[in-house]
């Protein structure tokens, strides 16, 4: 069965300094690996994907992901968090088996950015 | 429109009764899902339908939830005798593959949120 888990429910950190949010994963095929990002009131925004290829994914403000097949793990990072990153994190995972095609979401992290 | 809206934005509902929540969703788009998210749980897909036929392909939980799409870009889920667990949020989410990238995208709306009292 395909899951995810976000082992946080919430991660601190100070401005200016790297965060991680964790993402742990089970398809059973190959995974397409997902970051959406949730700000009060909106909308999921899509921050990055993992579909093939280099293992280490860039997207949208500043934030990277890298696959890790061996821990099964896609954790989310920054080098530098700003307080407008405060927000609500979700992982999903695609199994490439799945004719549906459709997303297994964590249960979501909130991360706090402190000025 | 420049991406999916939802209506409507916020719905509270007596325990028993029906409600339907409505999703437009891009136009050109085949393929569109109803997710239920509940903090602290994530989010569990309900339902999704094809713009080839009127078709709801349900998933957990299943019998009081159905989705209707009487156009292509407009979908309707209708939960049946509502329970107070099904306080959540609804998105709807529409679904296209970029053939110039190979991939297959979701974009979401904004979200309903249902109050069962």
């Known amino acids: 069965a395909q899951s995810v888990a976000q082992p946080e429910d919430q991660v601190n950190v100070a401005e200016g300094n790297p965060l991680t949010v964790k993402c742990t994963y089970s398809?059973?095929?190959?995974?397409?690996l997902f970051w959406y990002v949730q700000y009060p009131n909106r909308g999921l925004q899509f921050l990055l994907k993992?579909?093939?290829?280099?293992?280490l994914v860039k997207g949208s403000y500043g934030f990277e992901a890298e696959f890790n097949k061996s821990q099964t793990s896609f954790h989310l990072k920054k080098p530098s968090a700003l307080v407008s990153d405060s927000a609500l994190y979700f992982c999903?995972?695609?199994?490439?088996?799945?004719?549906?095609?459709?997303?297994?979401f964590g249960s979501g992290t909130r991360l706090l950015v402190r000025p | 429109g420049a991406g999916v809206s939802q209506s409507p934005r916020y719905k509270v509902a007596k325990r028993g009764r029906d409600v339907a929540l409505r999703c437009d969703s891009i136009?050109?788009?085949?393929?569109l899902y109803w997710y239920r998210q509940t903090l602290g749980q994530g989010s569990e897909v309900l339902t999704y339908?094809?713009?080839?036929?009127?078709?709801?392909k349900s998933g957990r939980p299943s019998g009081r939830f159905s989705a209707e799409r009487p156009e292509k870009s407009v979908s309707t889920l209708k939960i049946q005798r509502t329970e107070q667990g099904d306080s959540a949020v609804y998105l709807c989410?529409?679904?296209?593959?970029?053939?110039?990238?190979?991939?297959?995208?979701?974009?979401f709306g904004p979200g309903t949120r249902l109050t069962v009292t």
């Open positions: 999903a995972v695609r199994d490439e088996m799945d004719s549906s095609y459709k997303l297994i």
């Open positions: 398809v059973s095929g190959n995974p397409y």
């Open positions: 993992y579909i093939t290829g280099d293992n």
């Open positions: 136009s050109g788009h085949v393929t």
């Open positions: 339908s094809q713009s080839d036929a009127q078709r709801d």
């Open positions: 989410a529409s679904a296209t593959r970029i053939r110039s990238r190979g991939s297959y995208e979701q974009y």
